[in-house]
């Protein structure tokens, strides 16, 4: 059974920093591109951002483009996002998943493209 185990949510002020990681098995991580999606309260689940199998391409919704980094590290099975100046608004529960067997530059954005998900992991940002 495929596990994506997400690390590094919790509490910061407005115009802080966090770093999600998402880490899973050589074999599912080197066979996916990996993505961060997000749910706040009330909402329906978003997309965030995605990397794709070779790493050579990111793809960013409109509200992380260039605040948030998305990057993998093969040598860890790991995936990072890299939120900076956050808003109040990035509060949510954070997802990361992983569309398997995928081409090596294909960017999926669309949750129903995602084969695993991990459980989630609250980011809470304050005003």
């Known amino acids: 059974q495929v596990q994506l185990v997400e690390s590094g949510g919790g509490l910061v002020q407005a115009g802080g920093s966090l770093r999600l990681s998402c880490t899973t098995s050589?074999?599912?991580?080197?066979?996916?591109?990996m993505g961060w999606f997000r749910q706040a309260p009330g909402k329906e689940r978003e997309f965030v951002a995605a990397?794709?199998?070779?790493?050579?391409?990111?793809r960013y919704a409109d509200s992380a483009r260039g605040r948030f980094t998305i990057s993998r590290d093969s040598a860890e099975n790991t995936v990072y996002l890299q939120m900076n100046i956050l808003k109040s608004e990035d509060t949510a529960v954070y997802y990361c998943?992983?569309?398997?067997?995928?081409?090596?530059?294909?960017?999926?954005?669309?949750?129903?493209?995602?084969?695993?998900w991990g459980q989630g992991i609250q980011v809470t940002v304050s005003s």
């Open positions: 998943a992983a569309k398997y067997y995928a081409g090596s530059y294909y960017i999926p954005h669309k949750d129903n493209e995602y084969d695993y």
């Open positions: 990397v794709s199998r070779s790493a050579d391409y990111t």
């Open positions: 050589g074999r599912t991580f080197s066979s996916s591109a």
